[in-house]
């Protein structure tokens, strides 16, 4: 049944690739709150298929129907590559502050709750990492894109906040990552992201 969510596909023309170097690291592997890998009420349902429609949707938006499928693309990867900028810098950090200007819940309550995690252990994540993602589908309603990138972890460390001594992690590897971006309020913004199979 995973499948039968009736959605609005994009042509099957060549993916375009995007590669930046930032985000969702070995802490994203370690820590499944932070990529959404839980049971929620997000935008995958269930667990792992696509929604039909945009849960929870503002009656103040309006479906971007009437943007052109190669610039409604580019959009939202860029916006989808800014929310991985934004989500490396906030672990470096330790304040998911910013994570609302990229990300809304559920993953934003989540990733939040993660970082407050790690921040009262003493704690800092820093790492790198290699993304190629590509907007596989759309739900019926415009107003989710759903991206798929096989993230590929180069180096992901644990640091004490005190010392600032390395205290774990290491290289990790690459796993497909399916991620809905969601048009509300006038800007697309990050809703669920859920770990696959390695890449």
């Known amino acids: 049944m995973a499948m039968r969510a009736r959605l609005v596909r ?6 375009r690739r995007v590669r930046t170097t930032a985000t969702l690291a070995l802490l994203a592997a370690a820590s499944l709150s932070a990529c ?4 929620s009420s997000g935008t995958f349902k269930p667990k792992g298929s696509l929604a039909s429609t945009t849960p929870g949707t503002p009656t103040a938006s309006s479906p971007p129907t009437a943007i052109p499928t190669a610039e409604l693309t580019k959009t939202v990867l860029t916006r989808y590559n800014e929310y991985r900028k934004v989500f490396k810098r906030v672990y470096e950090m330790n304040d998911a502050a910013e994570l609302s200007t990229v990300a809304m819940d559920p993953l934003l309550g989540e990733v939040t709750r993660d970082i407050a995690q790690i921040r009262a252990k003493g704690e800092i994540w820093r790492f790198t990492t290699v993304s190629n993602a590509r907007v596989y589908s759309r739900s019926k309603d415009g107003l989710t894109v759903y991206v798929v990138d096989c993230i590929r972890t180069l180096a992901g460390y644990r640091f004490s906040a005190k010392t600032g001594k390395r205290t774990g992690g290491g290289p990790g590897g690459a796993f497909l990552h399916r991620t809905a971006v969601r048009y509300d309020q006038g800007t697309w913004k990050v809703s669920d992201s859920v770990r696959d199979k390695k890449c």
Do not use: I, K, T, V
Request: no cysteine; aromatic share 10%.
């Open 36 to 39: 959404g890998s839980g049971p």
């Open 10 to 15: 994009f042509s099957p023309h060549r993916p």
